[in-house]
Nanobody, 122 residues
Framework: QVQLVESGGGLVQAGGSLRLSCAAS????????VGWFRQAPGKERDFVAT???????NYADSVKGRFTISRDNAKNTVYLQMSSLKPEDTAVYYC????????????????WGQGTQVTVSS
């Protein structure tokens, strides 16, 4: 079992960039797939991106070409580099871990971080 802690959120103007981090505990984290999700007020938790142990990735259509997910297994950390941010990217961003596969539905993940707020002003 791993534990996850997100960081890197904040307030940024439209067109700006942020890098989120998802730091994990656990010796076997390098074998886990990790997903990023986001949840705006009153909305469901939506898939953003995912990466597996082999660094294969998937992205939501809404972030393709703007966001990049990556991992540094030596640091037990997965990153979400966000560029060309838009006001509609405003949400609490969560990372989640799965011991086997890249998954794109929130209800498929059993391990979550506490979330980090991203606010994009227009």
């Amino acid at each position: 079992q791993v534990q996850l802690v997100e960081s890197g959120g904040g307030l940024v103007q439209a067109g700006g960039s942020l890098r989120l981090s998802c730091a994990a505990s656990g010796r076997t984290f390098s074998r886990y797939a990790v997903g990023w999700f986001r949840q705006a007020p009153g909305k469901e938790r939506d898939f953003v991106a995912t990466i597996d142990w082999n660094s294969f990735t998937n992205y939501a259509d809404s972030v393709k070409g703007r966001f990049t997910i990556s991992r540094d297994n030596a640091k037990n950390t997965v990153y979400l580099q966000m560029s060309s941010l838009k006001p509609e990217d405003t949400a609490v961003y969560y990372c989640a871990a799965d011991p086997y596969y890249r998954r794109t539905h929130a209800n498929e993940y059993g391990t979550w971080g506490q979330g980090t707020q991203v606010t994009v002003s227009s």
